[in-house]
């Protein structure tokens, strides 16, 4: 089993930048590929952004590329979502999810341990 943590979470204004952080413990050595999906009321969850062990190899969606970046510092277990340049259409609750495939990444089906969530909240 892996556990995520997530946090960093807040109320912010538009075009300002937040940090999320998402902590992982347990059988980490499991898992090959960290997310972040976002959800807002009444919509379905959504790929925000993915990485690979090594960190080299990243990937976002249309919505946030060049606003955000992914990253992660395996001697902490940690992977982190700046977000930078934010807009109130990002105002969601965020999920860090953990997979150990390689395959349909985008989806959530790909991912077999999520977070809590925090929550993100971008005022116009």
């Known amino acids: 089993q892996v556990q995520l943590v997530e946090s960093g979470g807040g109320l912010v204004q538009a075009g300002g930048s937040l940090r999320l952080s998402c902590a992982a413990s347990?059988?980490?050595?499991?898992?090959?590929?960290m997310g972040w999906f976002r959800q807002a009321p009444g919509k379905e969850r959504e790929f925000v952004a993915r990485?690979?062990?090594?960190?080299?190899?990243?990937y976002y969606a249309d919505s946030v590329k060049g606003r955000f970046t992914i990253s992660r510092d395996n001697a902490k277990n940690t992977v982190y979502l700046q977000m930078n340049s934010l807009k109130p259409e990002d105002t969601a609750v965020y999920y860090c999810?953990?997979?150990?495939?390689?395959?349909?990444?985008?989806?959530?089906?790909?991912?077999?341990?999520w977070g809590q969530g925090t929550q993100v909240t971008v005022s116009s």
């Open positions: 999810a953990a997979g150990t495939t390689i395959v349909r990444l985008t989806t959530p089906v790909a991912y077999d341990y």
């Open positions: 347990g059988r980490t050595s499991t898992t090959y590929t």
């Open positions: 990485i690979f062990r090594s960190g080299i190899t990243t």
